[in-house]
């Protein structure tokens, strides 16, 4: 089945950046889309973005457009995302997840950012 | 008008059926959807892949208890014979237009 997870999540005061990771183990990730999700506290769940297989095509969300980077070390089984300009409102959790047959089907156990100054 | 609609809460009454529904809107009713559960304090867990047809794969692990449905441009999600465990938030996923969307989720009570 596979496991992610994350990590790279502390307190970052706004205007930092952040570089989280997300680790893959069960499975070899340079079969799957990965997905970035995030969770601010008591929220539901936001989609950031998405990278493809190979690291060929990218998808942002508009809240974050600009601001984040994707990139993927296959032969690592490892992916990251870059994040800068942070602000107050980018207080969350963040998860990875897979990307199997057009869906998510499998999610990483987040990793807790915190933008405060 | 939304992509995708949940209602805010749902509740059953331990050992009984609740069905969850999300609505898909106008112009995206053939879409495939996800659903996942995430239990308080834990992350999302993948649940079952549900098409337009009501097929439905489960993810691994997940019981039996849990089985998909659809009808238009309604996704249901029952869980039968309900379970303490089974209370937290619902969350229904779909892709479209290069982007992923997620319902608001409906919160599960078990009473």
């Known amino acids: 089945q596979g496991r992610l997870v994350e990590s790279g999540g502390g307190v970052v005061q706004p205007g930092g950046s952040l570089r989280l990771s997300c680790a893959a183990s069960?499975?070899?990730?340079?079969?799957?889309?990965v997905h970035w999700v995030r969770q601010a506290p008591g929220k539901g769940l936001e989609w950031l973005s998405l990278?493809?297989?190979?690291?060929?095509?990218?998808y942002h969300a508009d809240s974050v457009k600009g601001r984040i980077t994707m990139s993927r070390d296959n032969p690592k089984n490892i992916l990251s995302l870059q994040m800068n300009s942070l602000r107050m409102e980018d207080t969350a959790v963040y998860f990875c997840a897979r990307l199997g047959a057009v869906v998510i089907d499998l999610w990483g156990q987040g990793t807790v950012v915190t933008v405060s100054s | 008008q939304s992509v995708l609609t949940q209602s805010s809460s749902a509740s059953a009454s331990l050992g009984s059926s609740v069905k969850v529904t999300c609505t898909l809107g106008s112009g995206h009713t053939t879409n495939i959807i996800a659903w996942h559960q995430q239990q308080p304090g834990k992350a999302p867990r993948y649940l079952m892949r549900?098409?337009?047809?009501?097929?439905?794969n489960r993810g691994s692990g997940v019981p039996d208890r849990f089985s998909g449905s659809s009808s238009g441009a309604d996704r249901h999600l029952t869980i039968s014979n309900v379970q303490f465990e089974d209370e937290g938030d619902y969350y229904c996923e779909t892709w479209d237009s290069n982007i992923l969307v997620f319902g608001g989720g409906t919160k599960v009570t078990v009473l």
């Open positions: 990278i493809s297989y190979d690291g060929s095509t990218k």
């Open positions: 549900l098409e337009e047809s009501g097929k439905y």
């Open positions: 069960g499975f070899s990730i340079s079969r799957y889309g």
